[in-house]
């Protein structure tokens, strides 16, 4: 290792160094020797000063490189020197010296510039990669890197290889070291060397690999009348899903293999071109609305020669039967198709795994969303039997304490840390605030309270309305929370997510001893299973319901604060939670916290499930999960976790 | 006296706790019995397994004399095979008059088109007035029955059953909450029952089971522990020991 | 006006109208409403009503039969359904199939037959299938239009489709005994598929454009569309009429005790042998051909139908016009779908004034909103009987449960 480390040092070294033969020339002299080129350069000739100018090793050559690629190199006519302009004041322009950098001035008549055309530049930036792949500064050699990964080419394959040598930076080596065996695989003149190349990324996940042998597959479509000698991907059946007859015969016709097809509307124009005294042909146009009498007309038209013949589906058949409709590889090795087939399918195996595992990721940070959402709402319908229509309403309100706690507190890590107790509080107290006026007063009417709480959540939302404007308001993340942790390619999650995540297991732990370890747990426990039991034990009901419904309103708040970092906060933020949270509820079972968890785990990875499987419409993903939970109500009324015997209440 | 219900080895579980355990009983027709047991002795449990409620988890339970099983069928086909159920609390419509009231019980058709199409005949409104009579409502017949008193309103309950024409009657705890007087009528009413169909039933109070001088199975823990005349059961050790003994 | 349904029964029995004054009144207010209406309309009468008014009285009433459709399985069989707004909305998209096919194949007609070689059949329905379907990007009929091109097929679907998915839905949720806030629930569900489905461009009905030019009414090009609303108000009315005669003979008798019988107790219902599930089958899917059938006749008079239509607030907003207008009545259902309605168009069109506080001025465009469900909360704590129930004290009666049975 340190060997390799010292080798890479040496070498780095050398490269530096000037080349004593030459040590001596200035810039400005070897650009002398070729003034008409540097002044006129033209893409097939400017090669040669390139090259001398790389091979002279001079130290200025990278930067007049440059400033010539920016076409900052002017010509003063005056003494018949190059050099930089840097500004301008009126009619004149600043100087730079070429080899000293010593400031002067020229009048603007007296200069004329250096226009390298497009071609030209493309040609100096490829002479600029060597300097900056080997220079001193490593973020220009990672974008020349990067540069070359864009813009991949089979001429700086050599270059490569040997820049990554050099390479003191182990992970910037790693990735010219990778790059270079993309180049390979892609450019390199021998084939053993490519097929070691492509086989060498079996397994690989990341993007450019799996790009670059796309490209190696790289397929055209071709006809012939027989099967031709050229590296086939696939011989294609006309009429298959891959090619419509239609298709087909218009490769046909495109490859002049086949006289076009007469469409409908080309019948019905020729007819309009031959009318004569109200009729085509001898056939009145009134008959003209009937398909088969066009057809003989047009048919007659034909006999006459003034129209082309119609192509029938006899002729067609018998047109697509008569030739041979491929995909042919643009790579004519078959071997290195093989191979590139051969590693992407195996590279395929691997993604389409990892894409399970990202898939799995993506439903449980949805589920941790759902959980959250709903588990307020659990809370209150276990206990109190009552569906809270506004507690979506508490969600937005705790997404809309966020942004207002950011409009006081800039420092977005403390104003969250504010804003998510302030959140709770805020929330906790309006649904106190709502139990007391209203709910206390419907209980045993569900229905009623059902409407009521609708009432109030039109109320707030429009008073949101009223109060933050219809547009969005952002809730900004801190910092630390932006980005993701990429595992690999395919596999990464946000780390917004993650805290979603987090948090949601910190709420269910929380809930849980909150039930199981406390004396208001019991109570709220005793409640949910026999009301008037535990009336009758000692146990005050109304206290009860109201700290539930505080606290399920709370939770929401939490929850409102946690969706609105991701998502835009709107007057709207809670009605489109509210659906999902109902169906979690519904499907977990009533007044069981692990209820819930299973049903925001089903709902969340169902939802992301159909995703994939039809990912272009998340509409339809959103109409077949809540078929999906109509059909499951048919199984499991009660939900995933039932309570069962007398406590069900039936 | 013919056999009308058979309860045999019939169990029930909720949540690893046994309700029913190998419960087997017979009902003949006519017949008056009574079933009386601790709290959580399965009785309730066992009228939901006869109306179809509960399905139980093991056993069978027949019906008349071809022995049709109850268990695939539905409540309200139950119901419509005869079997009345009055509940422990008196569940009247309180919204209707007792008149509609009785007018729901009347065996009549059930479907929903029969029922759309319906209009009282003279021979319904007569037959509501005679049960009238006999539950003692004639007096009330358009009042609504939430306004009814508790007593009066377990009547109608009773005389709801008598309207559904019943070859069997489950009475839950008919006496619970009476005065003395209104108990001395619905002993009446269930005597007067039992002479033309089977009534079942289920009774806290030794009082009232007595008066009804029927045959008595005593349950305990979802299981039968003993069958007999009043003065029997009451003298089985068993017995004893469950209801004094511990 | 609708002629006077009888059932004719027992000798000597009184007729159904006779039995039921209530629904005598209800008819004869309705006629003399639509009289007025007509006397002071633009194209019959006086043309102190403008046509553009005419258009929203007549919406109204559609509006009218729903909610007592809505009342019939909310406050009568205890179905909170959130989905009622959805079979009005399908019984629109339903009639506006037919309106939107037959009006743009008399147009396409008209152009191609401008060309000098007249269009074949293939050629029309291509047309009609470009012009509509053009938006969401396609020209193929999808197969839920197979019948667009009749009118009659279409007003078979108008009861069909929605008669069949509340009876699929119905079966599916009654059977499993879902009830109460459960059902409320799953009904929503219903409504948001439904809803969702249409909103894609792929559903066969243009996405979120919807239908759309459905006040012109194929074959009635030359009459004027002050001519046309009042048809359609009239249509209204009588649809009106009969739908309260419909539903007031369902809630009598024997079948209104049975079904108020399972609002209460469904239990008891069951035990006393009727078959409980199929009596709501019944009731959600009549009351769901009824909304349909209002939607077919509103539609026409809004125009344009959309699937934000159909969304589930829709039918919540209709369930809070029952629950004002006062449940368990029929009257009830009528008088708050009208009241609500008219004054929510009278308040976010700008026709109610601004109020000044100083500091601060009421736009009630922006807070009609809060003041309806405010007042929603208040009328469901404070006068759960709603506005019918205030009108029952007025003519003192206030048992309307108990009528009819006497």
Redesign the interface.
Known sequence: MLRAVLAALVCYVLALAPNPLLAQTSLQSLLQTQKDEVLKPSRASVGAVLDTLVASNLPGVQDFLEKWQERQVVLNTEDGLFYFATGAQGDTLLLQDIDSGASLQAPKSALTDSRPNGGVRKEIAGALVRFQLSGPDIEKRRAAVEAIARAPSADVVGLLQASAQAEPDPALKAQKQRLAQILVARFAPDSAARIAAITGFSGALSLDIRAMLNQILETRPGVAPARPNANIAEILQPGSDALPIAAAYEQLVAADLAPPMISPAQIKETLAQNISAGAVAGIPLAQLAQPDRRIAAYQALVAQGKAAPLVGPEDMTKALNAHVFYLAYIEPDRAITDAARATLQDIETAVAFNKGADLALDALSLASIYFLAAIGLAITFGVMGVINMAHGEFIMIGAYTGYVVQQFVPDYTLSLIVALPLAFAVTFGAGVAMERLVIRWLYHRPLETLLATFGISIALQQLAKNIFGTQARPLTSPAWLDGAWVINDVVQISYIRIAIFVLALLFLGLILVVLKRTRLGLEVRAVTQNPGMAASMGINPDRINMLTFGLGSGIAGIAGVAIGLYAKVTSEIGSDYIVQSFMTVVVGGVGNVWGTLAGAGMIGSLQKGIEWLNPSNTLAAQTYMILFIILFIQFRPKGIVALKGRAAGD | MKRLLEVSGVSVTFDGFRAINNLSIQIGQPELRAVIGPNGAGKTTFMDIITGKTRPDSGTVTWGEKGVSLLAMSESQIARLGIGRKFQKPTVFEAQTVSENLGLALKNRRGPLDVLMYRRSRRDTARIGEIAEEIGLSAQLARPAGQLSHGQKQWLEIGMLLAQDPQLLLVDEPAAGMTPSEREHTTDLLRRAAETCAVVVVEHDMEFVRRLECKVTVLHEGAVLAEGSLSHVTRNQDVIDVYLGR | MPSLST?T??AG?KTFLAQHPSVMWFLLALALFTLGVTVLAEATGAGLISTSFVKTLGKTLCLCLVAIAMDVV?GYC?I?SLGHMAFFGIGGYAIGMWLMYARTEIIVRDSLLA?????????ITDGIGTQIFGVVGSAEFPLIWAFADSFALQLLMVILVPGLLALV?GW??F????T???L???T???T??LS??L??N?SGLRGNNGLSGLQNIPGFETVSQDAISIGFFWASAVALGLGYVLFAF?VS???G??V??IR??E??????????E??KL?VFTLTAIVAAIAGALYYPQAGIINPAEIA?IAS?YL??WV?IGGRGRLYGAVIGAAFVSLVSSWFTGGGAPDVELGIYTIKWT????????????AV??FF?QGIGGLFDRLVRNP?P??EG??
């Open positions: 059932q029964s027992g029995r909310w205890g909170l060309a000098p070689i007249p269009p074949t059949p293939q050629e839905f599916l949720a059977r499993s005994r879902v109460g806030v459960y409320s629930i799953l929503q569900a219903m948001l598929a969702l489905y909103f894609q792929d369902v008798g024997k079948m005790s049975v108020r019988g209460d107790n239990a008891r219902v069951r035990f006393l042998g009727y078959h409980v199929s009596y019944f589930p919540i369930a809070v629950a922006d807070w009609w909103l809060v003041l309806l469900g405010l007042s929603f909360v469901t704590l759960p048992t449960d108990a049975q006497k």
